[in-house]
């Protein structure tokens, strides 16, 4: 899924705003519409995947700075997941 | 401490006699004192006299020096009076004393002998007017906002989507909890790293900062809670101190304040990139931050499928007005090339577009699925399984009780057997019975010559005739 063109979420969003705005300006060849709209899709899945795929993590950052997992007292803490 | 006031206010003692100034007691009797004795006299009876007064004045060049110190002049219509306050005691003082500012003093009253001059020792002070804490806040907020740490210019947009929170509170607190609570239910994914800090008491400014500076360099944390819940106004002090501002002025990533209740308003919120009522809100506002990235990716989307729905119209439409011309007539296989083209990219896209609502469709349902069966299946997943607990101990409770009917019977079976004269008969015994077979013969004597009897063996009978007594 991921692509090395597409970076990170910000860039992935300007892109995909970016290609819809030159898309509704309507002036492209069928090609390149189509081209764009494919790029297009890609780039919305791409997201939603990204968005999706992260796990819940709570960490504590100690003193010392190390992270560790939060006390089961607080991870626990979410029944209504 | 009235005591010393009135004396304080009492008339000045009597001068000397005046005798004493027109004519001078003669050389031999004179007491001739040196300045130093006479300061050190003075500063006797003075420091001794003026332990612990409370005096109120206005302030005027007051300055801390280089070693820490306070000097200051505190002065009235009609008097001035010069003071000090030591370092020790001056880290005490949560307002700055500034010239102009009527306080009430608090010390004791020692003479400066190089000078001859006599001041107060500052142990304590208090503003007059505003309460030392009000007075501490609204100078801080000036302070800062003259920084310009307050401007709107210096507020950093919340990251569009929120990858890794970082949390500033105690751990022990409602707030932490009130705060996961939300993200729990709302952003089920969210990697949040929390880092515990003291929130009130001595030194917890200083311990919010450190935990504020710690924080934001764990790689990847892209915007900063810093909170705790609802107190006294001693209770949220720290976030109204210097220390807390500085670091939340100075952080890599944007941070939100979420301070107590609705109502208190605290310096750190001023400087804070965005100010949240409550802990709670201010994870509803990374939660909705993200909620809306969402949405504008789906926007985006559909303006894509709309986009491109139109161009496939326009170009459409446009082919089949050409295809009609008469002048087009002679390029009917390019024009029909052109037309499947078209009529296969139409068919391409609104199979993607199908495809997509479709799954759009699905999820809907198995979410709606999951909703129906959340409680319900839950609930019949219980009933379920207690019903086969009970069906199991019953099974169990019904084989044990078959089981030692069983034994009982197998043992009784066994008593009984061994009763049997029968099985006495198996081992060679025969009973002899009188004739009716009504009873067993015991005794020769019990027949007659003559008689008949029966002997019963292991397996069938005999009628036999008793030949002879013995």
């Not at chain 2, 819940?229 to 002090?237: A, V």
């Not at chain 2, 993200?290 to 926007?299: K, M, P």
């Not at chain 2, 303006?303 to 002048?327: C, E, F, K």
């Not at chain 2, 909703?371 to 299946?377: I, S």
Request: hydrophobic share 40%.
């Amino acid at each position: 899924m991921s692509e090395p063109s597409i970076k990170d979420f910000e860039t992935a969003l300007a892109e995909l705003d970016a290609l819809v705005k030159k898309l509704e300006e309507g002036e492209l060849s069928l090609e390149q519409s189509l081209a764009l709209y494919e790029r297009g899709v890609q780039l919305s899945r791409f997201c939603h995947a990204r968005l999706e795929e992260a796990e819940r993590r709570i960490e504590v950052l100690t003193e010392r700075g190390d992270l560790k997992a939060a006390p089961s007292s607080l991870a626990g803490d979410d029944q209504d997941r | 401490m009235r005591d010393i006031a009135r004396r304080a206010q009492a008339p000045p003692p009597e001068p000397a006699s005046p005798v004493d100034l027109e004519a001078p007691p003669p050389p031999a009797r004179r007491r001739v004192l040196s300045v130093g004795d006479l300061t050190a006299a003075i500063r006797d009876q003075l420091e001794s006299e003026f332990v612990n007064v409370w005096v109120e004045g206005e302030l005027s060049n007051a300055k801390v020096w280089n070693n820490g110190h306070l000097y200051f002049t505190l002065k009235d219509e009609r008097a001035a009076l010069k003071g000090i306050m030591f370092r020790t005691q001056l880290r005490y003082l949560r307002f700055k004393p500034t010239d102009g500012l009527r306080v009430i003093a608090r010390g004791r009253i020692t003479i400066y002998d190089p000078k001859g001059e006599y001041q107060i020792t500052c142990e304590h002070m208090e503003p007059q007017g505003l309460g030392e804490l009000q007075l501490a806040y609204e100078q801080l907020k000036k302070t800062l906002q003259a920084e310009g740490l307050f401007d709107e210019s210096r507020k950093r947009a919340l990251p569009a989507f929120p990858r890794k929170i970082g949390i500033v509170t105690s751990l022990d607190g409602a707030a932490i909890r009130d705060m996961l609570k939300v993200l729990g239910r709302r952003y089920r994914n969210a990697h949040i790293v929390i880092r515990s800090t003291r929130v009130q008491g001595d030194g917890s400014a200083a311990d919010i900062a450190q935990a504020i500076r710690a924080i934001q360099r764990v790689p990847g944390v892209d915007v900063l809670i810093v909170g705790r819940g609802g107190g006294s106004i001693e209770d949220l002090w720290a976030f109204n101190e210097e220390p807390v501002a500085r670091a939340i002025a100075t952080c890599t990533v944007p941070v939100i304040s979420a301070v107590g209740h609705e109502t208190d308003v605290t310096i750190a919120d001023f400087v804070a990139d965005r100010r949240a009522p409550t802990p709670s809100a201010a994870a509803e506002i990374v939660v909705s931050s993200r909620d809306e990235f969402c949405q504008r990716i789906d926007r985006l989307h559909d303006r894509l499928d709309a986009a491109m729905w139109d161009i496939v119209q326009t170009l459409s439409r446009r082919v089949h007005m050409l295809g009609s011309r008469p002048a087009f007539a002679g390029f009917p296989t390019r024009l029909a090339l052109r037309d499947r083209d078209v009529t296969e990219l139409t068919h391409r896209l609104t199979m993607q577009m199908r495809a997509r609502l479709g799954a759009r469709e699905r999820q809907t349902l198995a979410l709606r699925r999951q909703l129906d069966q959340f409680d319900l299946g839950r609930r019949l997943a219980t009933i379920h399984t207690r019903l086969a607990t009970a069906d199991a101990r019953l099974a169990t409770a019904v084989h044990r009780g078959r089981d030692r009917a069983e034994a009982r019977l197998r043992e009784r079976a066994a008593r009984l057997e061994s009763l049997s004269p029968l099985a006495v008969l198996g081992r060679g015994y025969a009973v002899a019975w009188n004739a009716d077979r009504t009873r067993a013969l015991r005794a020769a004597s019990d027949v007659n010559p003559g008689d008949r009897i029966r002997v019963t063996l292991a397996d069938g009978e005999l009628d036999c005739d008793v030949r002879k007594n013995r």
